[in-house]
């Protein structure tokens, strides 16, 4: 996998997450000011407040397993990105588009092989 090229993703608006103290850090706080993103925090105790956040992170994390070498796995953040962008090139079955068919309105396609 060629690690030569970026992948470019605008910053959001709000985020939804949950109640970890790193949600609620100083330094956290300070870079969504930055950004000038909303932070929404859901319902303690009350898992289907982010269960869609926790959902995608169960997907990523088989992905990144099912895709990396034990050498590679260390350094997941590396890979991340590439992930990321092969996950939301998968069309769904409940629209019929994928995720950046709906985010930037037209295909995204990868010059190297996924």
């Known amino acids: 996998m060629s690690l030569n090229y ?3 993703i605008r910053v959001t608006s709000e985020i939804l997450a949950d109640n970890d103290t790193s949600f609620s ?3 956290f706080n300070e870079v969504c000011t ?3 993103t909303k932070v929404t925090h859901g319902v303690p105790y009350k898992c289907s407040s982010t269960s869609k956040a ?3 992170n169960k997907r990523i ?3 990144l397993r099912v895709t990396l070498s ?8 590396l890979y991340l990105n590439f992930v990321a ?4 090139g998968i ?3 409940h629209t019929g588009f994928s995720a950046n068919q709906i985010v930037f309105q037209f295909t995204v396609v990868s010059r190297e092989p996924i």
């Open 70 to 77: 034990d050498k590679q796995i260390l350094d997941w953040d």
């Open 91 to 93: 069309r769904s079955r």
């Open 85 to 88: 962008f092969a996950l939301n």
């Open 6 to 8: 970026s992948i470019f």
């Open 54 to 56: 926790e959902n995608s």
């Open 34 to 36: 930055y950004f000038k």
């Open 61 to 63: 994390n088989k992905a």
């Open 25 to 27: 850090s100083e330094f």
